[in-house]
């Protein structure tokens, strides 16, 4: 079988192996050992409260509507913010990827605003938009841009010319070069950017709703300082925690099954 041919293969759906919860059980211990300082007096309540504390204040907030209210909107932003960033840093990266004077055009000017931290322009951002739900959906879509970007171009400039030049031995026309062997072989490298933009996706919505709004995971955080919950303010960075590993875990689910024809994501 050609190597052409080995990458139009169908791909077969594969559930994950059970030795994947291994990956909990760091986290399980991080957790034992805290609810035993605190039950202990190592740790006082007031510097941070125990687990079960952040358990009962969770509980509360979920019965009144209040926390599942503000995960939706943070994963809403979130997740808007995504696709509008992802989007655009996706088509950027092909069309300068497959194209020199596209990538003449534009790289240059993405690479300067690359460099300015987006994350300095909230003052700006807020005089551009105020404090609504375009202002974090700039930031979010804004921050996620330039790893999708990156990675997506350098995964087209990185696939084998002599892969390349055997689909076009094969009679392959334009576009069936690019879906069968150009895109296949940048998908690796789009992954990492994606995985990369997660991270600072939720990095960006936190700044972002502490700063400058009226819901979501932030702006409860915030309300929960002003009253010296530190129960509510810690229960905020942990489920900004299980919203970032769930989002990852999902990701790298995808690549396996995306990329379960590449040697590197096949499993023994």
């Known amino acids: 079988m050609s190597l052409v041919e080995t990458l139009a293969r169908p791909r077969a759906w594969r559930l994950p192996r059970p030795d994947g919860l291994i990956q909990w059980i760091v986290p399980l211990l991080i957790i034992l050992v805290w609810q035993a300082a605190c039950s202990l007096g190592f740790v006082s309540a007031r510097v941070l409260p125990a687990p079960s504390d952040v358990l009962v204040a969770g509980w509360k907030l979920l019965q009144s509507g209040e926390l599942v209210r503000n995960i939706w909107v943070s994963f809403w932003r979130a997740s ?33 605003v690359r460099n300015v931290p987006h994350l300095a322009l909230i003052p700006l951002v807020i005089l551009w938009f105020g404090i609504d739900e375009e202002a974090k959906l700039f930031l979010v879509a804004l921050g996620v841009f330039f790893p999708i970007y990156l990675n997506t171009l350098h995964g087209i400039r990185s696939v084998d010319p002599q892969l390349i030049e055997m689909g076009r031995i094969y009679g392959m026309s334009n576009v069936e070069l690019f879906r069968r062997v150009i895109f296949p072989g940048a998908l690796p490298s789009v992954f990492v950017g994606v995985r990369f933009a997660l991270g600072i996706m939720w990095l960006t ?15 409860m955080a915030m309300q929960a300082r002003e009253f010296m919950l530190i129960d509510v303010v810690v229960l905020s960075i942990l489920i900004y925690a299980l919203l970032g590993k769930l989002a990852d875990s999902a990701s790298r689910l995808l690549e396996r099954q995306t990329l379960s024809w590449h040697p590197a994501f096949q499993r023994s």
């Open 80 to 112: 808007v913010g995504f696709a509008i960033g992802g989007s655009i840093g996706f088509a950027f990266g092909l069309a300068n990827g497959l194209s020199s004077l596209s990538a003449k055009l534009s790289d240059t000017t993405l690479q300067m």
């Open 205 to 219: 919505l936190i700044v972002a709703e502490t700063i400058a709004a009226s819901s979501g995971l932030g702006y």
